[in-house]
C-alpha cells in the first residue's frame, strides 16, 4: 500500500508561501526540549493525541542522527535508496516530537499559525490528535493555521517525521543524509487586518515599490545611497496597519543582464564567492545564528563578496546577515535529482508532469520567503536535476513574479530558460573560449546565439577537497581579461566532516553500505573552522586593491565597482605611508619607484602585499655570525647498528647517506675535506638520510582531472616513486621490475663555513613524468618533534607550491613543527614552504641551521610520510621521537583535479637532474 509519504503531492493543509517579516505581532518560539521517540520504521505505533511524557527528549532544531538515533549518512550522487520513485524502503526511520503549547493570553483575536523553516524529510502534524496537515521540502518554511485547533490551555502538538519519502528523490544534493526538525519552529499570532506578505522593490536608482495584500501606510526613506556587498546600505521600512506595523531592511540595487554583461546598479558584478552548505561539524545541517554570523564574518574578512547557497534556501537569518554585511547571494531551490543521471536520466522527476505542482510549490516557497532580501540577486532554479519541464515552469513563473532578478541554473545547458549562461568546473580553455564568445555552437542556431549573447559564471569552480585547490590565480587572469565572465563560486566554503568519538568522520565511518568517503569534506573552512591556506590563497587572489610590481614600479589596481581607495592605506615594509591619490574605482594607478615591500591596509586589514621579485630568490646567507660551525660536533662513520637502525627510515627503504661520498667530482664541493655521513647534525643524531621523490597523494593527486585519463598518483606510482629500493654501491634508488629511477651522489664535507652537504640527483631512463618532489629526506632523532621550532627565510607563513602561492609572502617566518602542519581531516602531503633560502631547527639540545645555495622546498614534519600516507583521519597521526626534513630542489602542484583541471604543466616540477648544496650549522 502506497504510504502518505510516497503520495507526490506539495504541502496539504499548509498555506500559501509568504515573505519573511519582523513584526510587531506575536511570536514564540517552540524551539527547546521536545519529547522524541524514535522508529526504525514508519510504524511507530504511536497516538498523536500521546503527549509521550514518559517518552526520550530531543532537541528542537537538530538532527536525530546526531543524538544517538540511527546514524548519518553521506552519498554524493547515488541514492541510498533503490531507484524506484516515489516509493521508498521498508526501513524508513521515523521520529515523533510531541510538545505541550498553549496559546499566549495577550494574542486576542486573529489567527494562530504554526512555522516550520526545516524538516527532513517528510513529517505530519496534530493538535490534540486532529490532524493539521503534512508537508515535504526540507529546507523550505511551511506554515499551517492552527487557529481552530488551540483550547487556550496546554494543547499536545504532534510531529511526525520520516526520513524518506518521495520528496527525497528531489533532495540528492551531496550531503549527509541527515534527518529531523532540524530549523526553527514557531507559533506566530496574526491578528486581524494584519499585514501578511509585501513585497517590495528597491532599485538603485532610488525607487521604491511595496505592494501588500491590505492597504498600508509607509514613509519613504530620504536621501538613500544605493545597496551593494561593497557598501551595504540598508534603510529600515516601516510598515503599518492599524493592527500591526512589520520592519524590513531595505537595500535600494538594481540586477540587470545587459548584453553579455552582469550588472549591479550598472556596473559590472563579479561574483567573487564561495558555494555555502548548511553545516557544522556538531550539529549538522541545524546551524546556530552564531555560527552563520561568523561565517559570514569570515567570508568577508577573506574578500569574499558572493555565496550561492548550495543546494537550498538557507535559513532566512543567514540572508539578513548577507543584507547586513555586504555579500550577494544565489538563492538555490532546494531541487536535486542527480542519482537519476546515472541511470541516464530515466524517470527523472524534472520532467515528469506528475512533479509539476511540487516543482512549482518548492520555487514559490523560496522566492515568496526571500523576495525582500536586497542581498539576493539571483534565482536559482535548483541543482544538478537534468533538464525538463517542470525546471521550465518554474523558470517561467518566478520571472513573471520577479522580474527584478535574472534566473540562473546550470544544467540548462542551452540557456532556454534561464538569464545567465553557467558552468560549473571549466577547464581554463574552455573558460577563456566562453570569455572570447567562441564556444562550440549549439545544434540550434537561434540558441546558439541567444545562450553567446549572456553573461557566463562559474556556479562552482576550484574543488577546495584536501590540499588544494591549486591553479586559482589563472582562473581569476581568465575572468579579469573578459567582461562576458561574471566571476564564480569556489566548491565549497566548509568541509562537512562530523564530529564523533572526538573525531572528523566522513562517508564509511558510520557504517555505510553505500557511501562516498571524503567527497563531503572539500571545503575552504577545516570543520572546526579554521581557514585552511586555500582559503588564504583565494582571499589573496580575489583582493579587491591588487598589488603588481611592474620593473620599479607598482601597479595599484582598485577592482572595486563602487568604493575608490581613499580609505586605503599603502605602506612600505619600514611602515612609511606611501604618497598614494584615492583611486577610482575599477581604474588603476602606476606608483613609480615603490619601495620593494608595499602593503595595502583597510581598518587594519591587509588586503593586498607586494614584494619586488629579487625578494624572491635572495641568496642564502649562509653561516650567520653567532653560530659554531659544525665541526665541532662529533662527525663518525655510523656503526652497523646505527646503519641498520633503518625503522625510522621513510617507506622503509634502507638508507645510505654515506654513499658516493667517493664518487667524487658530480657532487660539487669546490674545496673542504671529504667525510662519511655524519652520525649526527648538531643537536640532532641523524638517522638516515634517503632520496626523496614521493609524497602522500593528495586527494587532488588522486584523481585525473577533466583533462587527464591517469592521475598524478597513478602515474607516480607505475613509475614506482612509492617504491624505490636503495642499491648503495651504485647510488642508486629505482623500483622492483624497472630500469628507471634515479641515480644519487651525496658527498659530504668540512668547510670553514660548517658541515657541507651536496647531493646530485639524477632521473634515470626516459621519463616524462611530473615528480612530487625531488630532493632528499633527513631523519633526525629528537624528543618531541612537533615542539621543535621551525624558522626559516623564505615564502610563509603559511605553506605553499607553485600553483598555489598567493596568500605567502618573503620573509621571515617561524612556528613549531607541529603548527606548521595543516591538518587537513584526510591526512596528506601539506607543510611544504617554497623559495626557502635558509632555516632552523631549534630543540632543547640546540638549533640547527640550514642554508642553501639556491632556493629550496622544505617541509618538516613529526612523522613520516608513509605514516602520513597510510593515515585515513587525522587523529591517527601519531609522532614518534624523530624529525623528518624533506628538503627538495622543486616540488609539483596541487591543481583541483578531484573535481576540476588536473596542475598545469606550469605546476609540474619535471627537471631531469636536480643539485642540492647545503650548509650545515650549528649554535
Ligand atoms: C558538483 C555538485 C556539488 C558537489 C561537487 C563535488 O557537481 O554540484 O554539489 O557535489 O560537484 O564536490
Same mark, same amino acid.
Given at each position: 500500500m502506497t504510504a502518505q509519504f510516497e503520495i507526490v503531492e506539495p504541502p496539504v493543509g499548509a498555506l500559501p508561501p509568504r515573505a519573511r517579516l519582523n513584526s510587531t505581532a506575536g511570536v514564540l518560539s517552540l524551539d527547546g526540549t521536545w519529547q522524541f521517540a524514535w522508529s526504525p520504521?514508519?510504524?511507530?505505533?504511536?497516538?498523536?493525541?500521546?503527549?509521550?511524557?514518559t517518552w526520550d527528549t530531543l532537541p528542537?532544531?537538530?538532527?536525530?542522527q546526531l543524538h544517538g538515533y540511527g546514524s548519518p549518512a553521506y552519498t554524493n550522487v547515488r541514492f541510498p535508496f533503490p531507484i524506484d520513485p516515489p516509493y521508498v524502503p521498508q526501513d524508513n526511520p521515523t521520529g515523533e516530537y510531541r510538545r505541550i503549547v498553549r496559546r499566549p493570553a495577550d494574542w486576542r483575536g486573529g489567527r494562530v499559525l504554526l512555522r516550520f523553516d526545516g524538516v527532513d524529510s517528510w513529517f505530519q502534524v496534530w493538535v490534540n490528535g486532529a490532524p493539521v496537515g503534512r508537508a515535504s521540502g526540507s529546507r523550505l518554511t511551511v506554515e499551517f493555521d492552527v487557529t481552530a485547533h488551540l483550547t487556550g490551555g496546554d494543547d499536545v502538538l504532534a510531529v511526525r517525521v520520516h526520513q524518506w519519502s518521495f520528496g527525497s528523490y528531489v533532495e540528492d544534493q551531496d550531503q549527509w543524509w541527515l534527518s529531523g526538525i532540524f530549523r526553527s519552529v514557531a507559533l506566530l499570532h496574526r491578528p486581524e487586518g494584519g499585514i501578511d506578505d509585501l513585497y517590495v522593490v528597491a532599485g538603485g536608482d532610488g525607487s521604491l515599490s511595496v505592494t501588500a495584500p491590505v492597504p498600508v501606510r509607509f514613509t519613504r526613506p530620504d536621501d538613500v545611497q544605493p545597496w551593494s556587498a561593497e557598501k551595504p546600505a540598508l534603510y529600515r521600512l516601516l510598515v503599518s496597519t492599524d493592527a500591526e506595523t512589520v520592519s524590513l531592511d531595505v537595500g535600494f540595487r538594481t540586477v540587470t543582464v545587459d548584453g553579455d554583461r552582469l550588472l549591479l546598479n550598472g556596473k559590472p558584478l563579479v561574483f567573487r564567492g564561495v558555494n555555502r552548505h548548511d553545516i557544522d561539524a556538531r550539529t549538522g545541517r541545524a546551524v546556530s545564528r552564531a555560527r552563520m554570523e561568523h561565517d559570514v564574518a569570515l567570508m568577508k574578512e577573506h574578500n569574499i563578496n558572493a555565496?550561492?547557497?548550495?543546494?537550498y534556501p538557507p535559513d532566512p537569518y543567514f540572508l539578513s546577515l548577507c543584507d547586513r554585511y555586504g555579500l550577494y547571494v544565489i538563492d538555490e531551490c532546494?531541487?536535486?535529482? *542527480?542519482?537519476f543521471g546515472l541511470v541516464g536520466w530515466r524517470g527523472n522527476p524534472s520532467d515528469d508532469p506528475a512533479w509539476g505542482p511540487v516543482y512549482l510549490d518548492r520555487m514559490r516557497r523560496m522566492v515568496e520567503r526571500d523576495k525582500n532580501a536586497p542581498s539576493v540577486v539571483m534565482w536559482s532554479l535548483g541543482n544538478e536535476a537534468g533538464w525538463g519541464r517542470n525546471l521550465a515552469t518554474n523558470a517561467a513563473w518566478t520571472s513573471s513574479r520577479d522580474a527584478t532578478r535574472p534566473i540562473h541554473y546550470e544544467a540548462d545547458e542551452e540557456c532556454e530558460s534561464v538569464s545567465v549562461y553557467s558552468r560549473m568546473y571549466p577547464t581554463y580553455d574552455k573558460l577563456e573560449a566562453i570569455g572570447r564568445g567562441a564556444e562550440p555552437a549549439l545544434a540550434d542556431p537561434e540558441r546558439d546565439r541567444r545562450r553567446r549573447g549572456l553573461p557566463m559564471i562559474?556556479?562552482?569552480?576550484? *574543488?577546495?577537497?584536501?590540499n588544494g585547490p591549486g591553479g586559482l590565480a589563472d582562473y581569476e587572469a581568465i575572468i579579469d581579461a573578459y567582461p562576458r565572465l561574471a566571476g564564480g563560486f569556489i566548491w565549497e566554503w566548509a568541509d562537512h566532516a562530523l564530529l564523533s568519538d572526538g573525531s572528523y568522520r566522513y562517508g564509511g565511518d558510520f557504517g555505510e553500505l553505500v557511501h562516498d568517503g571524503s567527497f563531503v569534506v572539500d571545503g575552504l573552512l577545516f570543520p572546526d573552522r579554521t581557514p585552511s591556506p586555500g582559503l588564504t590563497e583565494l582571499a589573496a587572489i580575489i583582493t579587491p586593491v591588487r598589488l603588481r610590481f611592474d620593473g620599479d614600479d607598482l601597479l595599484i589596481e582598485n577592482r572595486w565597482s563602487f568604493t575608490t581607495t581613499a580609505e586605503v592605506v599603502f605602506a612600505s615594509a619600514a611602515g612609511e605611508v606611501l604618497d598614494v591619490p584615492p583611486i577610482e574605482p575599477l581604474t588603476s594607478y602606476r606608483l613609480s619607484d615603490a619601495p620593494p615591500s608595499v602593503t595595502a591596509t583597510l581598518g587594519g586589514k591587509v588586503l593586498a602585499r607586494a614584494q619586488r621579485?629579487?625578494?624572491?630568490?635572495?641568496p642564502a646567507r649562509s653561516g650567520a655570525s653567532g653560530r659554531e660551525r659544525l665541526g665541532g660536533v662529533v662527525i663518525s662513520q655510523p656503526s652497523r647498528e646505527q646503519h641498520g637502525d633503518a625503522g625510522v627510515d621513510d617507506a622503509g627503504r634502507e638508507p645510505f647517506g654515506d654513499a658516493g661520498i667517493d664518487a667524487g667530482g658530480r657532487g660539487g664541493a669546490a674545496a673542504g675535506r671529504s667525510i662519511p655521513r655524519p652520525d649526527r647534525l648538531g643537536p640532532f643524531p641523524l638517522a638516515s638520510v634517503a632520496l626523496d621523490a614521493w609524497r602522500a597523494p593528495t586527494e587532488n593527486d588522486r584523481f585525473p582531472g577533466w583533462d587527464g585519463k591517469v592521475s598524478m598518483e597513478e602515474q607516480w606510482r607505475a613509475a614506482g616513486l612509492d617504491r624505490l629500493i636503495a642499491a648503495p654501491a651504485r647510488g642508486r634508488y629505482q623500483p622492483a621490475g624497472l630500469d628507471s629511477g634515479f641515480e644519487i651522489d651525496y658527498r659530504w664535507s668540512i668547510r670553514d663555513d660548517g658541515l657541507r652537504l651536496d647531493v646530485d640527483i639524477e632521473r634515470l631512463g626516459e621519463w616524462r613524468l611530473s615528480l612530487p618532489r625531488l630532493g632528499i629526506a633527513l631523519a633526525l632523532r629528537t624528543p618531541d618533534p612537533s615542539s621543535v621550532v621551525f624558522s626559516w627565510l623564505g615564502l610563509g607563513p603559511g605553506e605553499s607550491y607553485p600553483d598555489s602561492r598567493a596568500g605567502v609572502w618573503f620573509g621571515e617566518h617561524s612556528m613549531t613543527v607541529g603548527e606548521a602542519q595543516t591538518p587537513y581531516v584526510v591526512p596528506q602531503e601539506n607543510g611544504n614552504r617554497s623559495e626557502v633560502s635558509r632555516m632552523s631547527l631549534a630543540a632543547p639540545a640546540g638549533t640547527l641551521h640550514i642554508a642553501g645555495d639556491s632556493p629550496f622546498d622544505v617541509a618538516v614534519r613529526p612523522w613520516s610520510t608513509a605514516a602520513l600516507e597510510s593515515a585515513r583521519h587525522a587523529d591517527e597521526l601519531v609522532e614518534d621521537d624523530v624529525l623528518w626534513v624533506h628538503l627538495a630542489a622543486g616540488v609539483t602542484g596541487l591543481g583541483s583535479a578531484s573535481c576540476g583541471p588536473a596542475v598545469r604543466p606550469s605546476g609540474q616540477y619535471r627537471a631531469a637532474r636536480a643539485q642540492l648544496g647545503f650548509v650545515f650549522t650549528t649554535s
Open positions: 520504521t514508519a510504524e511507530t505505533g504511536k497516538d498523536p493525541a500521546d503527549p509521550g511524557r528542537v532544531p537538530s538532527h536525530w555565496v550561492r547557497t548550495s543546494h532546494d531541487i536535486e535529482t *542527480h542519482g562559474m556556479c562552482e569552480y576550484g *574543488h577546495a577537497m584536501g621579485p629579487p625578494a624572491l630568490g635572495a
